[in-house]
């Protein structure tokens, strides 16, 4: 194979490398950004729980104090009626006797209610805790796991950026130059296999003579049609 075709499908080949890193990298962080979002929204819900619990604990000391307030006053409706005499002021009395019972039995099943909203959500907060030290947990092991791949992408970065350092070198810049041309529109399609006698950059069927010096592979050929470099298959593709 010629020597330039050689070190232009090889050129193309680490930049393809290159610029899959980035993708890599992002696809690693995300996995760490949903075990952090998790974590956050367990909290979020501990944090509503808590403050469901905070507002029926209020609620339940306005109606303790309303039941105090009742109490004071069915003592002082006590009082009075031993005064009253006229019927139609002992029935007033009684009414107003009535009223307020009718209240406090209302506060009282009222703060019941309350008492076992805040038992209920305290329960919650509780399962909540349980789940939130499973996620810290797994966190912990997504970012020890994510440390380790990380670590592995840059040494693998650290490689390809060398290879292609080295291939440059070794390139001539003429060779180069006309490679850097057409990646500039083609990006990673820049060098691509012919397979079907068709160009795999536009997919258009090359002319026999084209195909013809693509398989002698002594010279570099670019498509008729896009203009992308051309090569043959390898053969373990064609197998
Ligand atoms: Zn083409």
Redesign the pocket.
């Known amino acids: 194979m010629n020597k330039y075709l050689e070190q232009l499908i090889e050129l193309s080949k680490l930049d393809r490398e290159i610029d899959d890193f980035g993708p890599r990298i992002t696809k690693v962080e995300k996995m760490l950004k949903l075990s952090l979002d998790k974590e956050k929204e367990l909290k979020t819900q501990s944090d509503v729980f808590s403050a469901d619990i905070s507002d029926a604990k209020l609620k339940k000391a306005k109606n303790e104090a309303h039941l105090a307030e009742l109490s004071a006053k069915l003592k002082d409706l006590s009082k009075k009626s031993a005064l009253v005499k006229t019927a139609k002021e002992i029935k007033a009395l009684q009414l107003e006797e009535e009223i307020s019972k009718e209240q406090c039995d209302f506060a009282n099943e009222e703060i019941a209610r309350l008492d076992k909203m805040i038992e209920i959500k305290g329960q919650n907060i509780a399962g909540v805790q349980e789940k939130l030290s499973l996620a810290a947990s797994e966190a912990e092991t997504i970012r020890a796991s994510i440390d380790g791949q990380m670590q592995q992408i840059e040494q693998e970065r650290k490689d390809v950026y060398g290879k292609k350092e080295a291939l440059v070198s070794e390139m001539s810049q003429k060779i180069l130059t006309f490679y850097q041309k057409i990646r500039k529109w083609a990006e990673n399609t820049t060098v ?1 296999p012919v397979r079907k006698q068709a ?1 795999y ?4 069927r ?1 002319n026999d003579k084209t195909y013809a010096s693509v398989l002698k592979q002594d010279d570099i050929i670019t ?1 008729p ?4 470099i ?1 090569y043959k298959e390898t053969e373990v593709l064609e197998a």
Request: proline letters at 0%; a positive charge; aromatic letters at 8%.
């Open positions: 691509v160009c950059g536009c997919f258009m090359v498509c049609h896009c203009g992308r051309l």
